[in-house]
């Protein structure tokens, strides 16, 4: 197969930027590093695209791989003829391979391998020949025999019906042709399993929806519906279209009485053998488009967390509630280092929860903390009424938020805590976790496993091997896109550079330790273990602001300096100005000196200038400054505040197939339904919607009793 052909017919891509970006994967380039540096080789794909144009190329390559392993199996039997190898070249999916297959497969015992041990191919194959004047009943009676089993002419033909059936149920054509009525036709129909007792699925104990129309999300909840015994799922089909496939495939129509017998064998073919097997490929089908569908909506979920502004340079406090062990405290500096730590009891009564406020205020004053950090687990409602009653009495401002707290108890209890907070308890490394990611989200998320962090829908009815490759994806591309500080980031973090394995990870920071901070990218070079291609890959996305070169505190690569002085110098830039990195009207001095002129002088592609231009413009920038800045609170409303037609300002928490969930400031997420998000038609919230973006919402209706509250933008 010609894979850059391919690719590129696929991707509405030149076939030269195919076969490039295949030749940059096959060297081992990474993808974060393709995107960014490689731009010219590939037309300005982004990190997604390519990433989805390297599992189409595996997916390709595995096709070519099952195709020589299925070619050399009907070989290994002498049974390759130029039919199948044509059939085998011309196949474009696994299913289709398979199906080529079947009549090849070793099979275990059935009803047609009895039969053909009974001696009753010859008779099957006679009914199909359909020769005129052939009469079955007859014919069949030379195949009685006391040694093999056959009793009468009926059983004689009953067996070779079940030979029929077989052959027509291994038939590539006919499958595909009953696939493809499948799902156009088919409707997934499902009724309750046990009764129809109460419960999150009742709406799908009388349910039925086509295969064509039916959303992922709603697969996904019959799914689970089913797997919690609840529901029972199956595909409904007319049978007349499929019957009338086979009829007109197997059926001359010269001979009326094998006419009959193949209809009868066409049908139990169809009802035991292909539909049962078509269900469950359409089923299948349905649950990994689904799935994929989901797990893009996580993955942009995840990029959208990953990538929330940082709030740089403040004092955070986090707390992390619970009840009966008590409140979890901890202090952090602003560049995370951990200043105090303490346990309250808020909610253990009047006495304890005035001895809370009192300790709490004491740590405020301390430490002059200027932000409180809210895990929103459990009693997180009691912590924020109780936080926001507080600081009205800590005499300076101080505001808090409630941040997602998922996965931090992983965190906690993980070796990479133990290695980072040795000294600490590892409920109070939860509490500084969760003070850290309102600090940083990136840097901390990333210590923990994506799949815990929680902003998706049915992630645990997900491939866990595909979506952990998925969300692993997105951090990745999260990290190289913001950089990371060379002589600050954590292991965790530098793990997520491109290039770099856990080995290295450890000798830049064991480097760091013994001889101090890096004071030039050039320096990594010393680093063991660290070789070219590592240089190549990382280097770029590692910022060393404590260089003497204001370049290496840019996404400028090393590759591009000579380059870049070049251009200062083009554009008559002073030697203080450069030791300053004073870049303020580069882009006017470009576009004065012109874009293509330069890019011709320099020697280098139109994007990579840019690129330049972009970094030299804001040396250091970080591009989730560019973000909304998250939403800060000195207050708390409760559920039974809310009254229909409210108006407040909420922060999006989670964006689903359906909508999106919106933090109010009241224990409860609300929902703003899809229908609720905006006047135009859209097909999926993520069109509007991002998480962390703050909207104005307006109530809806609001249920207390089932903590439920409805929104709407629509006003």
């Not at 990870?505 to 004071?519: D, L, Q």
Request: glycine share 6%; net charge neutral; with cysteine.
């Amino acid at each position: 197969m010609d894979y850059s052909k391919v690719l590129a017919q696929q991707f509405q891509i030149r076939e030269e930027y195919a076969a490039n970006v295949i030749a940059l994967l096959d060297d081992g380039n990474t993808i974060p590093f393709i995107a960014r540096y490689r731009k010219e080789m590939h037309g300005s794909m982004d990190d997604q695209l390519i990433r989805e144009f390297s599992e189409k190329l595996d997916y390709l390559r595995g096709l070519d791989k099952r195709r020589d392993e299925i070619r050399n199996l009907i070989d290994g039997q002498e049974k390759l003829t130029d039919e199948v190898n044509a059939a085998l070249d011309k196949a474009q999916t696994l299913s289709e391979l398979e199906d080529i297959y079947r009549p090849f497969r070793p099979k275990r015992k059935t009803r047609a391998s009895v039969a053909k041990e009974k001696g009753l191919e010859p008779l099957a194959l006679e009914i199909i020949k359909q020769e005129k004047g052939f009469k079955p009943q007859d014919f069949a009676k030379q195949f009685i025999s006391d040694e093999k089993g056959v009793a009468t002419a009926e059983e004689a033909i009953a067996g070779a019906m079940d030979i029929i059936a077989e052959q027509v149920s291994d038939s590539a054509e006919i499958r595909k042709r009953i696939r493809q009525i499948a799902q156009n036709n088919g409707v997934i129909r499902t009724v309750a399993a046990d009764g129809e007792k109460e419960s999150v699925y009742t709406m799908y104990y009388d349910f039925g929806e086509g295969v064509k129309k039916i959303v992922g999300h709603r697969v996904l909840a019959l799914n689970r519906g089913e797997k919690e015994g609840y529901l029972k799922v199956n595909l409904e089909l007319d049978e007349e279209r499929p019957l009338s496939v086979i009829d007109r495939l197997l059926d001359k129509g010269v001979n009326p009485l094998c006419s009959d017998l193949l209809r009868l064998a066409g049908e139990d073919a169809y009802s035991r053998l292909i539909f049962p097997s078509i269900e469950r490929e359409v089923r299948s089908e349905l649950t990994e488009a689904a799935a994929e569908s989901a797990m893009k909506v996580f993955a942009v979920n995840l990029k959208q967390l990953l990538m929330q502004p940082p709030v740089k340079g403040k004092v955070v406090l986090g707390l992390d509630p619970g009840y009966r062990t008590g409140c979890k405290v901890a202090v952090v500096d602003g560049t995370g280092k951990v200043l105090d730590t303490a346990v309250i009891y808020p909610t253990h009564g009047e006495r304890k929860a005035a001895e809370s406020k009192a300790k709490l205020l004491q740590l405020i004053k301390k430490h002059r903390v200027d932000i409180i950090s809210i895990g929103n687990g459990t009693a997180s409602k009691e912590t924020e009424m109780f936080a926001a009653d507080a600081i009205k009495e800590a005499g300076r401002p101080v505001y808090y938020m409630v941040v997602s707290e998922a996965g931090a108890s992983v965190y906690s209890a993980s070796k990479l805590a133990a290695t980072e907070l040795p000294e600490l308890d590892l409920t109070l490394r939860s509490a500084v976790s969760i003070a850290r990611r309102l600090q940083d989200p990136l840097a901390e998320l990333v210590k923990i496993e994506p799949k815990a962090i929680g902003v998706g829908q049915y992630q645990h009815d997900m491939p866990q091997k595909r979506l952990g490759e998925t969300l692993d994806g997105v951090v990745e591309d999260c990290v190289n896109s913001v950089g990371a500080d060379l002589n600050t980031a954590s292991p965790a973090l530098l793990l997520r550079v491109s290039g770099l394995n856990s080995t290295v990870c450890k000798n830049i920071v064991a480097y760091r330790e013994e001889n101090g901070a890096f004071t030039s990218r050039a320096e990594l070079k010393k680093v063991p273990k660290l070789g070219p291609k590592a240089f190549e890959q990382c280097a770029g996305f590692l910022r060393v602001p404590e260089s003497r070169n204001p370049l290496d505190n840019t996404g400028v690569h090393p590759e591009s300096y000579k380059s870049a002085k070049a251009l200062l110098e083009m554009l008559n830039y002073s030697d203080k100005e450069i030791k300053s990195a004073k870049f303020t009207d580069i882009a006017n001095r470009v576009k004065v000196k012109g874009t293509k002129n330069l890019a011709e002088a320099l020697g280098i592609g139109l994007p990579t200038l840019d690129d330049i231009v972009k970094e030299l413009s804001k040396p250091g920038r970080d591009p989730r400054d560019e973000m909304p800045a998250p939403m800060l609170r000195t207050d708390v409303l409760d559920i039974n505040d809310l009254k229909e037609g409210m108006e407040l300002k909420g922060t999006v928490r989670n964006v689903i197939d359906f909508g999106a969930f919106v933090d109010i400031g009241v224990h409860q997420d609300g929902l703003v339904h899809i229908s609720q998000i905006c006047d135009k038609y859209i097909k999926h919230p993520s069109e509007v919607l991002k998480v962390g973006d703050v909207v104005n919402v307006k109530i809806l209706s609001v249920d207390p009793k089932k903590n439920r509250i409805s929104l709407t933008m629509r006003f």
